[in-house]
T-cell receptor, first 118, second 113 residues
Framework: NAGVTQTPKFRVLKTGQSMTLLCAQD?????MYWYRQDPGMGLRLIHY???????AKGEVPDGYNVSRLKKQNFLLGLESAAPSQTSVYFC?????????????????FGPGTRLTVL | QKEVEQDPGPLSVPEGAIVSLNCTYS??????FMWYRQYSRKGPELLMY??SSGNKEDGRFTAQVDKSSKYISLFIRDSQPSDSATYLC?????????????WGAGTKLIIKP
């Protein structure tokens, strides 16, 4: 199993350009997430999906759009990139997402996409 | 004030030392506490999970929760250079789903050979 994969690994954009980041998981997970990670800020949730065809906003959704047309794929789009969107983007997936006393449905992360917007 | 505070470091210690990594939090409703480890240029991976108070041990790693002080710790015994990574704490409340996790900023740990 490949787990969670992300495409591309690196990208440099100019301000105003658009791009799509692709996330794929082969674990049949219902939940998928897009995070951005910036120095000193930790992980911040951009958008998430609790199932095929459904998406919702996270903590920092402005400037991003997402789609989940297939259960295994979660796409993150930047319509008009800005320098403030320079970051490392991580996709993650998990099962239904509830924690219990003895177990926790961990999030499995992809390797990340390093995006620079000039 | 952030709900979860974590010193970003870096924390640099010699090989073999005992390492203590910590997070403080403000919401007393948190019951589930996680530690994720992130190697350089990789995604985070779950290291330890603790429910409510108490200690949990896994090999050289011990996770400790002090709910009265709103403080969680991760101890690493006999630290190795391979433990060099960023350690992120995360926590949630009963009934929360995974998308409601509150993350710390992460502490960068460097183990010097």
């Amino acid at each position: 199993n490949a787990g969670v994969t992300q495409t591309p690994k690196f990208r440099v954009l100019k301000t105003g350009q658009s791009m799509t980041l692709l996330c794929a998981q082969d674990m049949n997970h219902e939940y998928m997430y897009w995070y951005r990670q910036d120095p000193g800020m930790g992980l911040r949730l951009i958008h998430y999906s609790v199932g095929e065809g459904t998406t919702a906003k996270g903590e920092v959704p402005d400037g991003y759009n997402v789609s989940r047309l297939k259960k295994q794929n979660f796409l993150l789009g930047l319509e008009s990139a800005a320098p403030s969107q320079t970051s490392v983007y991580f996709c993650a997936s998990s099962t239904t997402g509830l924690a219990g006393i003895l177990s926790y449905n961990e999030q499995f992360f992809g390797p990340g996409t390093r995006l620079t917007v000039l | 004030q952030k709900e979860v505070e974590q010193d970003p470091g870096p924390l640099s210690v010699p090989e073999g030392a005992i390492v203590s990594l910590n997070c403080t939090y403000s919401n007393s409703a948190f019951q589930y506490f996680m530690w994720y480890r992130q190697y350089s240029r990789k995604g985070p991976e779950l290291l330890m999970y603790t429910y409510s108070s108490g200690n949990k041990e896994d090999g050289r790693f011990t996770a400790q929760v002090d709910k009265s002080s709103k403080y969680i710790s991760l101890f690493i015994r006999d630290s190795q250079p391979s433990d060099s990574a960023t350690y992120l704490c995360a926590m949630s409340r009963p009934g929360d789903s995974n998308y409601q996790l509150i993350w710390g900023a992460g502490t960068k740990l460097i183990i010097k050979p």
